[in-house]
């Protein structure tokens, strides 16, 4: 199976919360990312967390990790349609290199 | 100001041709990646060069030959290029080995 899992497409209601979750199988992950792909557009860091820690909030962004089940989710609250993009998980293993395993992403699709 | 920037954004090109895509950084970063994202939006490393250095090279045809004159620039030419290798390609750098990507806009390469 695939290293990093996501659903594929979430659709929200304007003002609503949404949440992304992603599943990852390398237990020994020291990062993990959250990444925010607009049309047309190259990836942008959005936020990421530390494997020693269970949740961190940025703004309208909260990401929780839960290790023991290897679950990542992502929370965007009051989402926008201007935060209609396709959002990727990715996990990166110790060693002193950051090159990410990318999930396959996620199309949130925002309504008026 | 861009930060990582790639020409062309669009390439269409018949089989059997040879083409380059060209990425530059300028935010003195040390490491520079490119990616391949296939029709499925999975995104794979394919090569990264630090500090001029060949780094990673993952599996890879050796139609596919990244070249970095200088730290600022990675280009990636392809031989004998196939339908197989339609994809949109990304660039991306980082301060080093250990810290976070920028991502360029992508190069999406059609092969006809």
């Known amino acids: ?112 | 100001d861009t930060a990582v920037s790639q020409t062309p954004k669009y390439l269409v090109t018949q089989m059997g041709n040879d083409k380059s895509i060209k990425c530059e950084q300028n935010l003195g970063h040390d490491t520079m990646y490119w990616y391949k994202q296939d029709s499925k939006k999975f995104l794979k490393i394919m090569f990264s060069y630090n500090n001029k250095e060949l780094i990673i090279n993952e599996t890879v045809p050796n139609r596919f030959s990244p070249k970095s004159p200088d730290k600022a620039h990675l280009n990636l030419h392809i031989n004998s290029l196939e339908l197989g290798d339609s994809a949109v390609y990304f660039c991306a750098s980082s301060h080093n080995m250990e810290s976070e990507q920028y991502f360029g806009p992508g190069t999406r390469l059609t092969v006809t």
């Open chain 1, 1 to 112: 199976g695939e290293d990093v899992e996501q659903s594929l497409f979430l659709s929200v209601r304007e003002g609503d919360s949404s949440v992304i979750n992603c599943t990852y199988t390398d237990s020994s992950s020291t990062y993990l990312y959250w990444y925010k792909q607009e049309p047309g557009a190259g990836l942008q860091l959005l936020t990421y967390i530390f494997s020693n820690m269970d949740m961190k909030q940025d703004q309208r962004l909260t990401v929780l990790l839960n290790k023991k089940d290897k679950h990542l989710s992502l929370r965007i609250a009051d989402t926008q349609t201007g935060d209609s993009a396709i959002y990727f998980c990715a996990e990166s293993p110790p060693g002193g290199s950051y090159i990410p395993t990318f999930g396959r992403g996620t199309s949130l699709i925002v309504h008026p």
